[in-house]
Nanobody, 124 residues
Framework: QVQLVESGEGLVRAGGSLRLSCAASGGTFSTYAMGWFRQAPGKDREFVAAISWSGGSIYYADSVKGRFTISRDNAKNTVYLQMNSLRPEDTAVYYC?????????????????WGQGTQVTVSS
């Protein structure tokens, strides 16, 4: 069983930056693909970014491409999401997720483990 804990919650102005972290425990982190999803009030959970076990394959939603960067440090069992040029429409609860056996789905129900989420609010 893998436990995921996100951190980095914050309130920023449009154009600002935030870095989210997701620390994993209870499993072999380097064998999981990792993803970030987000969910705004009244909306479905949507894919943001994903990274393969080694970090060699990375995928982004079109809405964040060029602004967000996903990375991982397997020695620290942590995945990161660097968010730059934030927009009010990026406001959401952000979740990290771990996926076994395959990489790197854009659908949330393909992931096996989830964190509790962390709030990101971008003011205009």
């Amino acid at each position: 069983q893998v436990q995921l804990v996100e951190s980095g919650e914050g309130l920023v102005r449009a154009g600002g930056s935030l870095r989210l972290s997701c620390a994993a425990s209870g499993g072999t982190f380097s064998t999981y693909a990792m993803g970030w999803f987000r969910q705004a009030p009244g909306k479905d959970r949507e894919f943001v970014a994903a990274i393969s076990w080694s970090g060699g394959s990375i995928y982004y939603a079109d809405s964040v491409k060029g602004r967000f960067t996903i990375s991982r440090d397997n020695a620290k069992n942590t995945v990161y999401l660097q968010m730059n040029s934030l927009r009010p429409e990026d406001t959401a609860v952000y979740y990290c997720a771990a996926q076994r056996n395959t990489c790197c789905s854009r659908t949330y129900n393909a992931y096996d483990y989830w964190g509790q989420g962390t709030q990101v609010t971008v003011s205009s």
